[in-house]
């Protein structure tokens, strides 16, 4: 745009900034190239902020944190974080380090393995299940930290706790934006927006260079968590519910109990926020390759007539649009009662076979997404993604972080192309009868629990 009114004769004072790739924690990130204009706010389309929570949340995280919505759009949340941490540091005269020194105390394996594990995470048994609730802490970690007073000094044998007080305006205003989140769109870009700091505010408790954390706060933080979350399922149990599945701050339960008093109860035990998230028609847990329940794949039809899907491939970026439509098309047709649902398969069926004529299908609907996590000349195997990188590179630069498109020609041979007539038929064959797989499942599991009805 820049250029073309400059063609027309129209200066305006702008600076560019050249793209980059960086890396952290191993993993490679891209930042593509930005323009600041003088007098105008200008914001990235790529910005991760503005694609999660729009302009509204840009604005949010300006306010909290009083720094520039440009700014704002162009660093990461963590870097947000702390810079509230360090606003509100110096608000209350508190020396504010210049580099970060006291890392990580040396540990025996025995204490590694005590302090460091994580959250709570426990399997559901493959099947599915109706009339399910899954009830959610609301900003678990946050809530921990500023219910309970975890901070590094407050460990250290201190009597303060300023990560706690830095955090509880932040996580207040959050679960004012969550009660309030259907009535405006621009509240739920806010809650949006918070949600994304208050959990890299956790994050950072446990990196390295973090000014305020440190990795006992962090090991602090989750062992208080598994207590809670241990304390919640028996609660559950002892009100009739039976625990299906959980997760570090969610559980999935069944049973004919009373929920609200369930819902009551833990946060009388726990202190932290707790909500019903989803009322479930049905819900199906999908099993791993060696038959055990996998805690990250289901698929669930909310009571309000929407699904809840994890897992799938339909939640991949890699998975390419003909992929993608197949699925929202069969959880269409399954959207359904859990009583009903043996009586879909011949129009999953009809479905599949649909899929299954590739011909019919336009040639957009086989490009593949590749995430590119290295420099083309530090391939040592020569795969596909490679020779894609190869192709593409005649037409422009390609930079670790970055994501590009292409059509599978020749798995075998590993022949990728940016732009291509034919492809694969077998590849995408397999793609598509892997796509089929969870909603088979389904459908059989409910039909030897309906078996009158198939």
């Given at each position: 745009?820049?250029?073309?009114?400059?063609?027309?004769?129209?200066?305006?004072?702008?600076?560019?900034?050249?793209?980059?790739?960086?890396?952290?924690?191993?993993?490679?990130?891209?930042?593509?190239?930005?323009?600041?204009?003088?007098?105008?706010?200008?914001?990235?389309?790529?910005?991760?902020?503005?694609?999660?929570?729009?302009?509204?949340?840009?604005?949010?995280?300006?306010?909290?944190?009083?720094?520039?919505?440009?700014?704002?759009?162009?660093?990461?949340?963590?870097?947000?974080?702390?810079?509230?941490?360090?606003?509100?540091?110096?608000?209350?005269?508190?020396?504010?380090?210049?580099?970060?020194?006291?890392?990580?105390?040396?540990?025996?394996?025995?204490?590694?393995?005590?302090?460091?594990?994580?959250?709570?995470?426990?399997?559901?048994?493959?099947?599915?299940?109706?009339?399910?609730?899954?009830?959610?802490?609301?900003?678990?970690?946050?809530?921990?930290?500023?219910?309970?007073?975890?901070?590094?000094?407050?460990?250290?044998?201190?009597?303060?706790?300023?990560?706690?007080?830095?955090?509880?305006?932040?996580?207040?205003?959050?679960?004012?934006?969550?009660?309030?989140?259907?009535?405006?769109?621009?509240?739920?870009?806010?809650?949006?927006?918070?949600?994304?700091?208050?959990?890299?505010?956790?994050?950072?408790?446990?990196?390295?260079?973090?000014?305020?954390?440190?990795?006992?706060?962090?090991?602090?933080?989750?062992?208080?968590?598994?207590?809670?979350?241990?304390?919640?399922?028996?609660?559950?149990?002892?009100?009739?519910?039976?625990?299906?599945?959980?997760?570090?701050?969610?559980?999935?339960?069944?049973?004919?109990?009373?929920?609200?008093k369930t819902l009551k109860e833990i946060y009388d035990k726990t202190g932290i926020p707790i909500v019903l998230d989803s009322n479930y028609r049905w819900i199906a847990f999908m099993p791993q390759a060696n038959g055990i329940g996998s805690a990250n794949r289901y698929i669930g039809l909310r009571k309000d007539g929407t699904f809840k899907v994890r897992g799938i491939e339909l939640r991949r970026r890699d998975s390419p649009p003909l992929v993608r439509k197949f699925q929202e098309q069969a959880l269409d047709a399954l959207n359904c009662s859990f009583d009903e649902l043996p009586l879909k398969k011949e129009k999953l069926d009809d479905l599949k076979n649909r899929y299954m004529k590739l011909e019919n299908f336009p040639i957009?609907?086989?490009?593949?997404?590749?995430?590119?996590?290295?420099?083309?000349?530090?391939?040592?195997?020569?795969?596909?993604?490679?020779?894609?990188?190869?192709?593409?590179?005649?037409?422009?630069?390609?930079?670790?972080?970055?994501?590009?498109?292409?059509?599978?020609?020749?798995?075998?041979?590993?022949?990728?192309?940016?732009?291509?007539?034919?492809?694969?038929?077998?590849?995408?064959?397999?793609?598509?009868?892997?796509?089929?797989?969870?909603?088979?499942?389904?459908?059989?599991?409910?039909?030897?629990?309906?078996?009158?009805?198939?």
């Amino acid at each position: 745009m820049l250029d073309q009114m400059k063609k027309h004769g129209y200066y305006i004072n702008a600076r560019f900034y050249r793209e980059r790739t960086f890396e952290s924690y191993g993993r490679h990130s891209y930042m593509p190239g930005a323009v600041k204009i003088r007098d105008r706010i200008c914001v990235d389309y790529d910005s991760f902020v503005y694609r999660e929570a729009g302009i509204s949340g840009l604005f949010e995280l300006s306010r909290v944190s009083s720094l520039p919505v440009e700014i704002v759009s162009s660093i990461t949340p963590g870097t947000v974080v702390s810079s509230i941490e360090e606003k509100e540091a110096l608000k209350r005269k508190i020396l504010v380090p210049f580099r970060k020194d006291d890392y990580e105390i040396a540990k025996n394996p025995a204490e590694l393995f005590s302090a460091d594990a994580g959250g709570i995470v426990f399997n559901p048994e493959p099947g599915i299940y109706s009339d399910v609730y899954e009830i959610d802490f609301s900003s678990m970690y946050p809530g921990i930290i500023v219910e309970y007073g975890i901070s590094p000094e407050s460990i250290s044998g201190g009597n303060t706790a300023y990560l706690s007080q830095f955090l509880r305006g932040l996580l207040d205003r959050r679960l004012l934006y969550k009660y309030v989140n259907g009535r405006s769109d621009i509240y739920a870009s806010r809650n949006k927006a918070l949600k994304i700091l208050l959990l890299n505010s956790f994050g950072y408790t446990g990196y390295k260079n973090a000014k305020f954390g440190r990795i006992d706060v962090h090991e602090k933080i989750t062992g208080i968590g598994r207590k809670i979350i241990a304390d919640s399922m028996r609660i559950s149990e002892e009100n009739g519910f039976t625990v299906l599945h959980g997760v570090v701050d969610s559980l999935w339960l069944s049973g004919n109990g009373d929920i609200d008093k369930t819902l009551k109860e833990i946060y009388d035990k726990t202190g932290i926020p707790i909500v019903l998230d989803s009322n479930y028609r049905w819900i199906a847990f999908m099993p791993q390759a060696n038959g055990i329940g996998s805690a990250n794949r289901y698929i669930g039809l909310r009571k309000d007539g929407t699904f809840k899907v994890r897992g799938i491939e339909l939640r991949r970026r890699d998975s390419p649009p003909l992929v993608r439509k197949f699925q929202e098309q069969a959880l269409d047709a399954l959207n359904c009662s859990f009583d009903e649902l043996p009586l879909k398969k011949e129009k999953l069926d009809d479905l599949k076979n649909r899929y299954m004529k590739l011909e019919n299908f336009p040639i957009e609907d086989f490009r593949i997404e590749f995430g590119i996590n290295r420099h083309i000349d530090d391939y040592k195997t020569r795969n596909s993604t490679y020779y894609l990188m190869k192709s593409l590179g005649r037409e422009k630069m390609i930079y670790p972080g970055m994501v590009i498109s292409g059509i599978v020609v020749d798995k075998k041979h590993n022949i990728i192309k940016s732009h291509s007539e034919f492809f694969d038929r077998k590849y995408y064959e397999n793609l598509l009868k892997r796509s089929f797989k969870p909603f088979d499942f389904i459908i059989s599991e409910s039909a030897n629990k309906i078996p009158d009805l198939y």
